[in-house]
């Protein structure tokens, strides 16, 4: 489909199949009819051309790497018919720079976002529980981050190599924090709730700018001592 520049689906159109315009790399403008309900894995992958995506709220499914390597793709709103946001759904579409998540997400899938090297702001609902593996892996923009307090799982490598990230506030009630969750971030300082109860190998290594980690005094799993976060236990 080399020649195609646009798509419009008839209403009857319920689903939209695996790799069903893959590698369109022409494909300019996609108009979703609003009974569309699901659309598969890798469906709009490397759709080169493809610049803004508005996922309508009837959509319940979104499939696995459905919009991968998007490389002109700089908007995209998903529906707010999507609980979960799977893996690799924009990863490396290094254009990317507004996106508006589903109001009632509560999982963001692993790689999502990966790659997205414009990226600067994100905004989560507060209805999201668990961020997955280096889902803004080397998104080397991304500022402005508030992580909700509906938030209980930050999965490894999540904010690595986030080059832009000097401040991140880790929500009250988050109950796991993943490897090298935040390996390679100019972060300054971080506080881990009194609600942690895991922590995974290495969160912070080469953090070089960190000035100061400390563990709430409620916390009674994790403690710092001589600059060093221990297990209370030990």
Same mark, same amino acid.
């Given at each position: 489909?080399?020649?195609?520049?646009?798509?419009?689906? !008839?209403?009857?159109?319920? $689903?939209? =199949?695996?790799?069903?315009?893959?590698?369109?790399? +022409? *494909? &300019?403008?996609?108009?979703?009819?609003?009974?569309?309900?699901?659309?598969?894995?890798?469906?709009?992958?490397?759709?080169?051309?493809?610049?803004?995506?508005?996922?309508?709220?009837?959509? %319940?499914?979104?499939? #696995?790497?459905?919009?991968?390597?998007?490389?002109?793709?700089?908007?995209?709103?998903?529906?707010?018919?999507?609980? &979960?946001?799977?893996?690799?759904?924009?990863?490396?579409?290094? %254009?990317?720079?507004?996106?508006? *998540? #589903?109001?009632? *997400?509560?999982?963001? =899938?692993?790689?999502?976002?990966?790659?997205?090297?414009?990226? &600067?702001?994100?905004?989560?609902?507060?209805?999201?529980?668990?961020?997955?593996?280096?889902?803004? $892996?080397?998104?080397?923009?991304?500022? +402005?981050?508030?992580?909700?307090?509906?938030?209980?799982?930050?999965?490894?490598?999540?904010?690595?190599?986030?080059?832009?990230?000097?401040?991140?506030? *880790?929500?009250?009630?988050?109950?796991?924090? @993943? =490897?090298?969750?935040?390996? @390679?971030?100019?972060?300054?300082?971080?506080?881990?709730?009194?609600?942690?109860?895991?922590?995974?190998? +290495? #969160?912070?290594? +080469?953090?070089?700018?960190?000035?100061?980690?400390?563990?709430? #005094?409620? !916390?009674? %799993?994790? %403690?710092?001592?001589?600059?060093?976060?221990? !297990?209370?236990?030990?």
């Amino acid at each position: 489909c080399k020649n195609l520049k646009t798509v419009t689906f !008839n209403d009857e159109l319920v $689903e939209i =199949g695996n790799v069903a315009f893959g590698s369109c790399e +022409n *494909l &300019e403008a996609v108009a979703f009819n609003k009974q569309l309900e699901k659309i598969n894995s890798s469906a709009f992958e490397y759709c080169n051309s493809l610049k803004t995506v508005d996922i309508p709220d009837n959509v %319940k499914t979104l499939g #696995p790497s459905a919009f991968y390597s998007c490389a002109l793709l700089e908007t995209a709103r998903v529906s707010d018919g999507i609980t &979960e946001l799977s893996s690799q759904t924009f990863r490396s579409c290094p %254009k990317l720079k507004t996106v508006i *998540l #589903p109001q009632k *997400l509560i999982t963001l =899938g692993s790689q999502a976002f990966t790659s997205c090297v414009e990226l &600067e702001n994100i905004n989560f609902p507060d209805t999201l529980t668990r961020i997955g593996y280096s889902a803004f $892996e080397m998104c080397y923009k991304l500022k +402005n981050v508030v992580l909700p307090d509906s938030l209980i799982r930050i999965d490894e490598r999540v904010f690595q190599n986030c080059k832009a990230l000097t401040e991140i506030k *880790l929500p009250s009630n988050l109950q796991h924090i @993943g =490897g090298r969750a935040f390996m @390679g971030t100019p972060i300054i300082s971080c506080e881990i709730p009194a609600s942690v109860t895991t922590i995974d190998h +290495n #969160p912070f290594v +080469n953090c070089t700018q960190i000035k100061s980690l400390t563990v709430h #005094p409620d !916390n009674t %799993k994790y %403690k710092m001592y001589d600059g060093f976060l221990y !297990n209370a236990n030990q």
